[in-house]
């Protein structure tokens, strides 16, 4: 029986609780909406504040409203309290404060009702304010290494659902909606004691509103929209890289626009490999010139010549490095390298003459012999 009546004890708190947080309600105290942005909490502040401010409006209660309209906006431009005060209310915001912002501590009305497996606000433990952005969309860019290494830019299309031009006449008012898809119903589970119970609901698009289906004024809530988009790829971007153009995906009632990202992915090119910002190229000589040295000219990606000259004999596979004639860097300064590996081309034979020649040039005086084992054939 004692348990029964601490109970009742903690319930008839949290009923206290619960309408005081619904008695605060910052938005309507600078007459925006809960989807109100930044730039417009921002502008509605400016106009009620101009309204109260004690220096202008000498009328009883000027002040403290002037008082009530500043503590709405400091709550509703910064992103963590907006959050809490979103969730719980003003109560369940003091009771952060209180708490010194932090998330651990003990004391708050959250734990206290914890431990009786109740959570008055209808939500799981620990779980942060939802992102209520339509879903983001990732499309792959194909570029060549021309284009990367030069920089280019591509004007495209992008299709995408926008909301109809009178969509907001198809809501209605519903309190039980908190946001967008979620419901809070109360459900009586006994005489005089009362659950809440959060549900999915897609009808609900924001805090007190509920969509009307098959409503005349925008039967599809959406219409197809085609917009232009002039993606910049910059000098030195690798693959994967992503070049991001926010909160221009599908609109939905509720929800802020997701972002649409282009993924770099690098074609395969017939001559250069990239590593980062050095290229790499294979280069195939005549045994001639491996021993006897050469000059060669090559273009960079963007078809300006260099010249490569090797004195030295070049034995195959050797790799040589050209500074500077690599990728140019992210950063804008400078470039990478560019590797060459040399593949040397021996004849398949050669005549006595050419023979003798070879060992007349190398070998004048014959002291190079092979001494020591044999082979049986």
Known sequence: ???FSNFFVLLQVWLSIFATVCAADFYKLLGISRNASPKEIKKAYRQMSLKFHPDKNKEEGAAEKFSEISRAYEVLMDE???GIYDRHGEEGLKQHEQRGGGGGGGGGF?????GFGFDPFG???GRRQQDNRTPSVELPLEVTLEELYKGTTYDVQ???QVLCLRWEMCMKSMQECQGPGIRLRRQQIAPGFVQQVQQHDERCVAPGKMWLNNCAECPSKTETEKIELTIDVTKGMRPNEQITFEGVTDEKPGYKPGDLSFVIMEKEHPEYHRDGDNLYKTVEIPLVQALTGFSMTLKKLDGEPFDVSINDVIESDQVVRVP???MPRRSGRGFGDLYITFEVDFPDNL?????AAIKKALDPEGKHTIEGGHSEL
């Open 123 to 125: 939500q799981g433990r």
């Open 351 to 355: 005549s006595d003459d050419q023979k």
């Open 80 to 82: 963590e309290k907006k």
């Open 110 to 114: 959250d734990d206290f009702f914890s």
């Open 158 to 160: 992008y299709v995408r």
């Open 324 to 326: 500077g004639k690599g």
């Open 1 to 3: 029986m004692a348990r």
